[in-house]
């Protein structure tokens, strides 16, 4: 079982950058997708972007390509997510995800852990 803790939530203007991370731990961490989702209020959790610890594949929500960027640091089991140029509809609970591959992630019925999840908040 892997665990996820995700750090870097906070408030941001419009037009601001901000960037998350995600620390996993856990037997056999680096064989996992790993991923980002978000819950906007009122909303159900969406996928937003997804990539593997081995190779370079990376998967975006196509709403959200261009602005986001998911990437990892191997050697510290971590993944980020950098956002830029947020909007106030950006705002909502970020989490991280793990499940058995990056297209996998995609899908929330195949995600096997969640972080408990970090706010962001745009304000206009």
């Known amino acids: 079982q892997v665990q996820l803790e995700e750090s870097g939530g906070g408030m941001v203007q419009a037009g601001g950058s901000l960037r998350l991370s995600c620390a996993a731990s856990?037997?056999?961490?680096?064989?996992?997708?790993m991923g980002w989702y978000r819950e906007l209020p009122g909303k159900e959790r969406e996928f937003v972007a997804a990539t593997t610890w081995r190779g370079g594949q990376a998967y975006y929500a196509d709403s959200l390509k261009g602005r986001f960027t998911i990437s990892k640091d191997n050697a510290k089991n971590t993944v980020y997510l950098q956002m830029s140029s947020l909007k106030p509809e950006d705002t909502a609970v970020y989490y991280c995800?793990?499940?058995?591959?990056?297209?996998?992630?995609?899908?929330?019925?195949?995600?096997?852990?969640w972080g408990q999840g970090t706010l962001v908040t745009v304000s206009s």
């Open positions: 995800a793990a499940g058995p591959t990056a297209i996998s992630i995609m899908d929330i019925t195949r995600i096997t852990a």
């Open positions: 856990g037997h056999t961490v680096t064989s996992y997708g």
